[in-house]
């Protein structure tokens, strides 16, 4: 199979984090300070972005950059002909992602949004329960992520696209999309200082579901996600970096323990790099062979249409409605 040889755009702590999930992946990276470039250890270190993408050693992209450069810098590399694989929230637009994507089909290359936990076993096994009817119909899904970051963190800058909703919420909105389908209204809350702070949203989905989600950048630590059936519900615990290594599944009063890899056939160690390995291995497989990825154009198109109308109630004050 054809080895993908990755690049990285940005020397941030998720680029760092990435490229020590993935020994032997990447080849090169970028920084707008060649010093932090190189103190990666790669063959190739570049003191700017456009070296990067001109290396001919490098087929395919990883942008960890901040949230509002990821639409120009997909495009750019794309237009020089590099897959991509932009980390969330790939697009805070609707135009924006049709841009994006419309820049990947010019240029005959995958372009990839990455929310790494929809491709972890424990996402997969959950969505099977779902399937199965394990918690009969889905009446309601739960989520929140919350973190405190510190003033100045590049995560409460606004002209770095920045706040609860772009850097949090966006992993509780992809949940509620993936098992329930594509919101039809959405009602938001925020709190500001400077950027979304706090921000709070319900959705209502396909089949009668609702969906509730909180995200902060300023409350204790807090990973959550629970899908509610007629018959039961199941809880992830630690579900957007995959560490719980089982789903707790309750019916009739009665909670069932349900390990992610019971015969540990999958190697997984229960620490953060194995949703980042995972993630890389799955991409570059799909490149590799040339087949499509199940989270593509559309898929990436309809979660940029959401976030932008939670953006949009939110500032409004009052509910927008989606065709």
């Not at 992993?171 to 925020?190: K, N, Q």
Request: with cysteine.
């Amino acid at each position: 199979m054809t080895t993908i040889r990755w690049g990285v755009l940005g020397t941030g702590s998720i680029a760092r984090t990435v490229v020590g999930a993935n020994p032997g992946s990447f080849v090169a990276v970028a920084s707008r300070d060649e010093t932090r470039a190189a103190s990666f250890g790669l063959e190739h270190a570049f003191g700017s972005y456009e070296q990067l993408l001109a290396c001919d050693e490098v087929d395919a992209v990883y942008v960890a950059l901040p949230n509002s450069l990821h639409p120009q810098w997909t495009v750019k590399a794309l237009e020089a002909g590099k897959h991509v694989l932009c980390e969330k929230p790939f697009a805070q637009t609707r135009a924006d992602a049709v841009r994006c994507f419309d820049a990947a089909e010019e240029a005959g290359k995958q372009c990839v949004e990455g929310f790494m936990w929809r491709l972890h076993p424990q996402t997969a096994l959950a969505r099977q329960l779902l399937s199965d009817g394990a918690i009969g119909q889905l009446a309601h899904i739960r989520a929140a992520l919350r973190i405190t970051s510190p003033p100045g963190d590049v995560r409460r800058s606004p002209d770095l696209g920045g706040g609860a909703l772009s850097d949090l919420g966006c992993y509780c909105l992809s949940a509620m999309r993936l098992f329930a389908g594509e919101p039809r209204r959405i009602t938001a809350e925020a709190v500001f200082d400077g950027v979304d702070i706090r921000f709070a949203g319900m959705l209502r989905l396909p089949g009668g579901a609702l969906g509730t989600f909180d995200a902060a950048l300023d409350l204790p630590r807090a990973d959550e996600l629970e899908l509610i059936g007629t018959e039961g519900s199941l809880r992830i615990p630690d579900p957007w970096i995959c560490r719980g290594g089982e789903l707790e599944l309750t019916r009739k009063g009665i909670t069932e323990r349900l390990p992610v890899d019971p015969s540990g056939i999958l190697g997984l160690t229960g620490e953060e790099p194995d949703a980042y390995r995972i993630e890389f291995a799955t991409v570059s497989a799909a490149l590799a062979d040339g087949t499509p990825l199940e989270f593509g154009r559309d898929d990436a198109i309809a979660q940029a249409t959401a976030y932008e109308a939670l953006a949009q109630s939110a500032r409004r004050g009052s509910p927008v409605t989606l065709r």
